[in-house]
């Protein structure tokens, strides 16, 4: 692990990468969900984009919480500051709003009728998915399918800094003592 440009960079595109994965499950599983909710449909989308942003966060936080922690040791000389995972985050988001950006790029480039406007709000709604929810909650405009997108560097920072201060969310929950204890319960009696 070094600290050049390229590698944070790379590292960085991880967010990116996080992001896809989630939009690529919203897309294989929203089929699911709309021929389960057929009589709300919206509905049913709100909150399955509820569920995959939970995926989403914890593929997101994971990830930066790992890379964290390898740049935090003393062998890399490294010596990160704890709020680089925001920097991660603001460079993963880049490649996520120039696509985005298509959306207008293709209003100025083509003629779309009227008739079509709701097809193109879609499309910018599908590839919003995993923040879907959180875009509806803001505002019914556009402009929030863009601003929702500030969420992710702030998943990504504290992510990083869990990894950076050595905080964990299950240890501190104390889900696998219990889990454990359990187990270890389960072994005492069938003896």
């Known amino acids: 692990m070094d600290n050049k440009v390229g590698s944070q960079i790379k590292r960085a595109l991880r967010v990116t990468g ?7 499950i919203f897309g294989i599983f929203s089929s699911i969900v709309f021929s389960i909710a057929k009589e709300n449909i919206e509905r049913g989308i709100y909150v399955f984009s509820i569920i995959i942003f939970l995926i989403m966060f914890s593929m997101i936080y994971s990830s930066m919480s790992g890379i964290a922690f390898k740049e935090k040791r003393p062998q890399y000389n490294i010596n990160p500051s704890p709020y680089k995972g925001f920097l991660y985050g603001i460079i993963g988001v880049v490649p996520i709003f120039v696509v985005q950006l298509l959306y207008y790029l293709v209003d100025i480039v083509v003629y779309i ?16 998915g995993p923040l ?18 500030l969420v992710i560097p702030v998943i990504a ?8 201060y050595e905080f964990y969310i299950m240890k501190k929950l104390k889900i696998f003592d219990k889990v454990k204890s359990k187990a270890k319960d389960k072994r005492k009696t069938n003896k």
């Open 157 to 164: 920072g504290l992510g990083y800094l869990a990894g950076h």
């Open 18 to 24: 996080d992001y896809f994965v989630s939009l690529v």
């Open 132 to 149: 879907y929810w959180l875009a509806k909650l803001i505002s019914y405009e556009i402009w929030a399918y863009h601003v929702v997108l």
């Open 113 to 128: 009728p009227k008739e079509l406007f709701m097809v193109k709000r879609r499309i910018l709604q599908a590839f919003t």
